[in-house]
């Protein structure tokens, strides 16, 4: 169980979420490669490749050279895309295909850090430009994720900016440490990648989700705790539970319960002290 709602006396914390197979059930990347042949930028043999990169994804994870691998295609793929028609490819999808792959599990945890005060991180391999509305819709405070380079005609140059994965990703986390004053030893991390596993050794709370076999080896050797996500929900399904009011709102609601109840107490006393009539 997480902890109630932090003492913000004490320095700030985080939970940094790995995206594909953790927050969500399939690659976000290579979710969108119908929409992005349905768009122009692929054709249907790319749609082909990426379909069965998908399928190896999802039966037993990929491992490090699989990752470089599927790299080195994703960017060569892109080269010549114009960056703005996939924001607009995105955007026009993002409902349709990732709503209904968001694990319950994960929306719950997102919502219950966001109440104990903590900010939500997702960090991705993922493109930035297919992350970062994901991260929006999830709520998420800031997104980590891998940068193409863009020319000066507005097209990624198949050339890869920032590479987030592996011991990258955990650079990341400890430079948003650094620049916003988290706790590291208070902080949260969840992946299903033993490629994850600089990520979840720099905080003091790593959890495995949905684990490959290596990373479940490692967590039984470690002691982390393993988590089992398997119910992907719709958000729109289940907005009764993600309605939480901003920290700001929270704080405020507070505010207004705590000057409530302190006004009956004193009505409440004064009517004791008030003689009988």
Known sequence: ???????????RTA?????????????????????????GLINRRAVLRTAYTQFVFLAGGADHDQMERMRKYLSSLCRGWNVQQVKEIVAETLHDLIDPIIYDEAASLIEEHHVAGRDVVIVSTSGAEVVEPIGEMLG????????????ADGCFTGE???????PTKAEAVRELARSEGYDLAGCYAYSDSATDVPMLEAVGHPHAVNPDRT???????????ILDFHRPVRLKQRLPALSVPPRPALLAVAAIGAAAATAG?????????????
Do not use: C
Not at 265 to 277: I, M, N, Q
């Open 1 to 11: 169980m997480l902890s109630l709602v932090e003492n913000h006396s004490l320095p």
């Open 140 to 151: 998420a405070d800031r997104v980590v994720a891998t940068r193409m380079v863009v020319g």
């Open 160 to 166: 890869v900016e920032y590479y987030a994965y592996g």
């Open 15 to 39: 939970a940094f979420f790995d995206l594909d197979k953790t927050v969500i059930a399939k690659s976000s990347t290579l979710t969108f490669s119908k929409s992005f042949y349905q768009g």
């Open 215 to 225: 990373l479940r080896r490692e967590a039984v050797a470690r002691s982390w705790p």
């Open 265 to 277: 107490l004193v009505w409440y006393a004064s009517r004791r002290r008030a003689p009988a009539v």
